[in-house]
């Protein structure tokens, strides 16, 4: 049996987890759903920090997200916890980060030495805050940058009013437009995700699951657009220290 079919077993949220061997660490990343605790921030009786140390044992860097294009770098464990910011980056062994989301994407960026995590809204992303963090990781990444994208509301789900949805074809082109099942025009927010990655040299990671689950129509999700849910899932991604055995 395999780690993955263990950790499988043992928690849901650990299927998404993903690890990436970085020579003497490295990147977890992980998507949250439903089954997990709630990480609103504020829902938690000690504050976020009770959420996210049940995903990771690091200190946390959380974000107060405002739909902006703002990016913090950590250059010490938990620092710019509570900022005000939609992206945060670091190269730092052991520091985690989080972004929450009910709808929007939580994306994770992953470099041979550094790692990342953004709030994809589409204020945000129509911002630019994934070419706004891509940047900044830049600064302390050596090498390719990939990403991977968590569940977020799909096409079939995401009504979209015309003016905004004109603007954003404008800025991305035609095929983040969409429909809904019901016939009306929508947003595809993945394929916003897609382009952006792709404007700023960044691979999409293929074959993962979490891409794939809309969290309007999908199981075990938090979805404020579909049912006006207060809880939210997210993102968390940390550099871990590998110890060598020889
Ligand atoms: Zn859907």
């Not at 992953?110 to 953004?118: E, Q």
């Not at 689950?213 to 940390?238: E, H, K, M, N, Y």
């Amino acid at each position: 049996m395999t780690t993955t079919s263990i950790l499988r077993m043992t928690s849901t949220f650990l299927r998404s987890s993903s690890r990436y061997p970085l020579g003497e660490s490295r990147v977890e990343v992980r998507f949250t759903d439903s089954t997990d605790p709630d990480l609103a921030v504020g829902a938690a009786p000690d504050g976020p920090r009770y959420c996210w140390s049940h995903f990771t044992v690091h200190p946390c860097t959380w974000l107060r997200q405002v739909h902006g294009r703002r990016v913090v770098r950590v250059d010490r464990p938990g620092q710019h916890a509570g900022a005000l910011a939609d992206g945060v980056i670091t190269a730092v062994t052991g520091a985690a980060l989080a972004v929450v989301v009910a709808d929007c994407a939580p994306i994770a960026l992953i470099s041979s030495d550094a790692v990342g995590v953004v709030h994809g809204g589409w204020r945000g992303l129509e911002a630019g805050v994934l070419g706004a963090s891509v940047a900044k990781m830049r600064q302390v990444a050596s090498g390719p940058i990939s990403a991977r994208l968590g569940p977020c509301i799909h096409g079939e789900c995401y009504e979209f009013g015309r003016q905004d949805l004109d603007r954003l074809v404008r800025r991305f082109g035609p095929s983040v437009q969409s429909r809904t099942t019901w016939g009306t025009p929508a947003l595809d927010l993945p394929e916003v995700v897609r382009i952006e990655l792709r404007r700023h040299g960044v691979t999409l990671e293929k074959s993962q699951a979490d891409e794939d689950r809309c969290t309007a129509c999908g199981p075990s999700l938090w979805s404020f657009r579909a049912r006006r849910d207060r809880q939210r899932q997210g993102v968390v991604a940390w550099i871990e220290p590998l110890h060598r055995e020889s």
